[in-house]
Nanobody, 117 residues
Framework: QVQLVESGGGLVQAGGSLTLSCAAS????????MGWYRQVSGKQRELVAGISSGGSKNYADFVKGRFTISRDNAKYTMYLQMNNLKPEDTGVYYC???????????WGQGTQVTVSS
């Protein structure tokens, strides 16, 4: 069964931290780039960060220096460590994989992140 399941969202104060996890099916995760998208109020979904099967990473400018993407290939799990969160980071975060230009083949159900000021 193909699936992506996110966890770790929640409510945090500005300046705080959260870690998101994405548990993936082996068929999605193995040998594929994975990524995190988000949808914030009034905007289209946007790529937050991506990671290749070999561990190369890329980040959107708005999270550089604050967020860290990682993956555990043995556990088919991807993570997003989010530090120094800002109210504008509030939104639904989606795990995506395999990551493709402009999106991905499969999307998780999303996890809500709310940052209060």
């Amino acid at each position: 069964q193909v699936q992506l399941v996110e966890s770790g969202g929640g409510l945090v104060q500005a300046g705080g931290s959260l870690t998101l996890s994405c548990a993936a099916s082996a068929s999605i995760f193995r040998r594929n780039a994975m990524g995190w998208y988000r949808q914030v109020s009034g905007k289209q979904r946007e790529l937050v960060a991506g990671i290749s099967s070999g561990g190369s990473k890329n980040y959107a400018d708005f999270v550089k220096g604050r967020f860290t993407i990682s993956r555990d290939n043995a556990k088919y799990t991807m993570y997003l460590q989010m530090n120094n969160l800002k109210p504008e980071d509030t939104g639904v975060y989606y795990c995506v994989g395999p990551l493709r230009p402009g999106g991905g083949d499969y999307w998780g159900q999303g996890t809500q992140v709310t940052v209060s000021s």
